[in-house]
């Protein structure tokens, strides 16, 4: 069992920028592939971004604003957002999978809890 637990979420202006990290329960974090997920009010929980070994994967509609990376030594996963917009808005999940696969496709093993991410026009 894997626990996630998300942070750095808030309200922010749009055109400003968010880091949220997640951090994982257990020492074999680095087999893991990580992603990032939101679900606006509404709408259907959605792919952000993931990132297994040195290869990252975005959503088109976060690509040149949002960056994934990890620290495998802090068991720690980040997504860096910048140029921020309304349509942004959403809470935002961790999610841990054994592929990318799995987690670009969103069926990873597991899930945090969220963090909410509010962009004020």
């Known amino acids: 069992q894997v626990q996630l637990v998300e942070s750095g979420g808030g309200l922010v202006q749009a055109g400003g920028s968010l880091r949220l990290s997640c951090v994982a329960s257990r020492r074999t974090f680095s087999i893991y592939a990580m992603g990032w997920f939101r679900q606006a009010p509404g709408k259907e929980r959605e792919f952000v971004a993931a990132i297994s070994g040195d290869s990252t994967y975005y959503a088109d509609s976060v690509k040149g604003r949002f960056t994934i990376s990890r620290d495998n030594a802090k068991n720690t996963v980040y997504l860096q957002m910048d140029s921020l917009k309304p349509e942004d808005t959403a809470v935002y999940y961790c999610?841990?999978?054994?592929?990318?696969?799995?987690?670009?496709?969103?069926?990873?093993?597991?899930w945090g809890q969220g963090t909410q991410v509010t962009v004020s026009s």
């Open positions: 999610a841990a999978g054994g592929s990318s696969r799995m987690v670009v496709a969103g069926t990873p093993n597991y």
